[in-house]
Structure formats: structure tokens, C-alpha cells
């Protein structure tokens, strides 16, 4: 039998993980997995992703679900007595939630199937690297017949009661880059400037030149954000500093507009190589495409959440953030919403504590969806 849903998510609470690290998720999920009857499904493993199908009784498409599995490097903050026993690291974006709403849904498509197939992908590394392009990229060539007609997913929503659902169609979350720029020169002597390449100035100087790219470079119809949230240079006072870092992220609602940005970056940078002779090296880390919902999917949704007696169902603006499911929407239509677990504390925050009422309220929600989306 598998555990009760309030049990899988305090238990999967305790052990955060992070990206294609989720060793000890994975063998709970699957412990899981394996307690239901195995008629209907099938099992596949990616990495430390596991792809669930449950047939369905006459199957016209394949509906997907996709929960992502990854925990974050903070140290939890809460009192909760099922906190987290992995040191440094905390389910601070509620996956946790995800994977456990992900399991209650499957144990109700096998208990009660639908007439359509079901996938439900286990997602790693959603935090970073990023684990919906390559699994993505898995299933098109090893598993195509896994590959879903539309896709789900939702995303917890700590400013929003318990009950309340928000999308939009089109556009919902940014396209998203982090940045980490590395200055390279010559460390020396204060009083010898001359014998040194001050990566303090060439990184001070850069910093500048980056923030006229939103100013000059983007259309000013087309929202973008350039911000170095951190900066690092030298070692003691009277040293020439010969290294110096610049990290930041970069959003852009466009997917071109991420590219014009990119290139201007690294036109700066090759600039600033040739006036401070140094080297610099561009990382871009983890790189998500924009998350767009499709319309009519979006639509659909909505529609079904406003009749629903349980559920206020709001269409919320597009935000700056960022969400590899946008890999998924890429290529398969389909939607991510929001809903609410009321916490004072948000995403990426020590102290969330989503509202865990949400589980009974969520999944007979999205079962009874899935099986309007199938009838
Ligand atoms: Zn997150
Ligand atoms: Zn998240």
C-alpha cells in the first residue's frame, strides 16, 4: 500500500536533494510507485527521473503530468518537526508537494482509470541545471511513444489562499539566464599599476557598460532585466587585484530579446579584453526558455477551475520568472498554473511552510480535470 499523501510529503520534506543528486527521492518515489497494483503502468527510470504511463482504458491520446523532484541549498529555517535532516538543503520551492500531489493523482488514475493514457514525469534538476530539456530530448528518442499530446503542471503559490488557481494564456513566466563573468589579468603591487592588469577597474568598468544594454540595446516595448547581484575582485587593500567575478541573471519576456542581450554582453566583454588585456569567460549556468501556456488549453483550464464549487480561479499577469517546464511548452501545448498553500514566507524563502490542506484540495481537482480533458 502506498503511504498516506500527508506521510509521502513529510517524509520527502526531510530529504531535500539537489539536481541529478535526488538519489534517495528517486527510491522513495518508486518505493511508492511500486506499492500500487502494476497492471496499468509502466516504469521507466532517467537519470534520477522515473516516467510513469497508466493506460488507459480506451486511449485516444496521451494527457502528461509533470512534477519536478529537486530541493535548494538553504538551511531550513522552521520549527516543523518533519524539517528537513539533510544539512544545507531545504525543499524551500515546495516540490515536495509537487511530487507528492503527482503521487496522489497516480494512485487515482490506477485505482479509477481514465479513458486516455497518462504520463507522469518525476523531473530532476529544475533548480539547475536543468533537467526538462534533456528529459525532454530522452523521451522524443529512446520513448517516443511516451511523448504526451498536451501537458500539466502546476507550481506552489505561497501569496494565494488554499483553493485559489492562477494562469493566464500565452506568456506566463520570462525567459531566464544566470551570468557569471570571469576577469582575469595581473595581480601586483599597488604602487606599480603599471606592471599590473587591475581586473577591479575592468570589472567596475564592465558593470557599467552591462547596464546600458536594457537601456540601448532592447526595445523599450519588450521588458528585459540585467542585474549583477554580485561582485568580487581582489584580496587585500594595497594589492593590484588581478581576478575579479560578476555574477547576475538576465530575463527577458522575449525569447529573441535573450539573445540581442547575450550578444551584447559578449561584445562588451571581448571589449573589455582588448582595453584591459585580460581574459574574460562567459558562463551563462542555467538558461531557461519562457514558459507559454497555450491559449486555448489555458482557456480550457480556466473555465473548468471557475465552475469548480472549491476553487477561485484567477488569470494572473506574466512574471519574471523562471521555469525549465517552458522546455516542455515548447514543444507539447499545454498549461502550468499556480495554487495557492498560503505561507507569509515565499518560494526560495527558509521559513516556507506551505499550508499542506492543499493536497485533499489539489488532487481530486486535477483528477476530475483529467477526466474532463478525457471523457
Ligand atoms: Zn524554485
Ligand atoms: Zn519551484
Excluded at 539536481?19 to 521507466?44: H, S, V
Excluded at 502528461?64 to 520551492?93: N, V, Y
Excluded at 524563502?349 to 489539489?362: F, G, M, Q, R, S
Aim: glycine share 6%.
Amino acid at each position: 500500500m502506498m503511504k498516506s499523501l500527508l506521510e509521502i510529503r513529510r517524509d520527502l520534506h526531510q530529504i531535500p536533494e539537489l539536481g541529478f543528486k535526488e538519489i534517495k527521492t528517486q527510491a522513495y518515489l518508486l518505493e511508492q510507485i511500486k506499492a500500487l497494483p502494476q497492471e496499468r503502468l509502466t516504469i521507466i527510470e532517467w537519470k534520477t527521473g522515473i516516467v510513469v504511463k497508466v493506460e488507459g482504458t480506451l486511449p485516444r491520446k496521451t494527457i502528461g503530468w509533470r512534477t519536478d523532484i529537486d530541493g535548494l541549498p538553504i538551511t531550513e529555517a522552521t520549527d516543523l518537526p518533519f524539517k528537513s535532516q539533510h544539512e544545507g538543503k531545504m525543499h524551500a520551492c515546495g516540490h515536495d508537494l509537487h511530487m507528492t500531489v503527482a503521487l496522489g493523482l497516480l494512485r487515482k488514475l490506477v485505482d479509477n482509470p481514465i479513458k486516455d493514457n497518462v504520463v507522469i514525469i518525476f523531473q530532476p534538476a529544475e533548480e539547475g541545471p536543468g533537467g526538462a530539456l534533456p528529459i525532454r530530448e530522452w523521451l522524443k528518442t529512446e520513448h517516443p511513444e511516451l511523448v504526451p499530446n498536451q501537458i500539466y503542471a502546476f507550481h506552489i503559490a505561497p501569496e494565494y489562499p488554499v483553493g485559489t488557481v492562477a494562469t493566464r494564456p500565452g506568456l506566463l513566466f520570462a525567459n531566464t539566464s544566470e551570468l557569471f563573468i570571469d576577469l582575469v589579468g595581473k595581480e601586483g603591487h599597488a604602487a606599480f599599476p603599471h606592471q599590473a592588469k587591475d581586473m577591479s577597474i575592468a570589472a567596475a568598468t564592465l558593470l557599467l557598460q552591462l547596464q546600458t544594454i536594457v537601456s540601448r540595446s532592447v526595445n523599450p516595448m519588450d521588458p528585459a532585466v540585467l542585474t549583477i547581484g554580485k561582485m568580487y575582485s581582489g584580496t587585500v587593500q594595497n594589492i593590484i587585484s588581478g581576478e575579479a567575478r560578476l555574477e547576475g541573471t538576465i530575463r527577458t519576456m522575449d525569447a529573441e530579446t535573450m539573445l540581442i542581450v547575450k550578444e551584447k554582453i559578449e561584445s562588451f566583454c571581448r571589449a573589455t579584453e582588448i582595453a584591459f588585456d585580460c581574459d574574460i569567460i562567459i558562463d551563462y549556468g542555467s538558461s531557461y526558455y519562457q514558459v507559454k501556456n497555450n491559449d486555448m488549453l489555458a482557456n480550457e483550464f480556466l473555465t473548468f477551475a471557475k465552475q469548480d464549487a472549491s476553487t477561485t480561479a484567477i488569470v494572473c499577469d506574466a512574471a519574471m520568472t523562471g521555469e525549465d517546464f517552458g522546455y516542455f511548452l515548447q514543444e507539447i501545448p499545454g498549461v502550468i498554473f499556480w495554487v495557492g498553500v498560503d505561507s507569509p514566507f515565499g518560494l526560495h524563502h527558509a521559513k516556507l511552510n506551505p499550508n499542506e490542506t492543499v493536497i485533499d484540495y489539489l488532487v481530486p481537482f486535477i483528477e476530475s480535470y483529467f477526466r474532463v480533458l478525457s471523457k
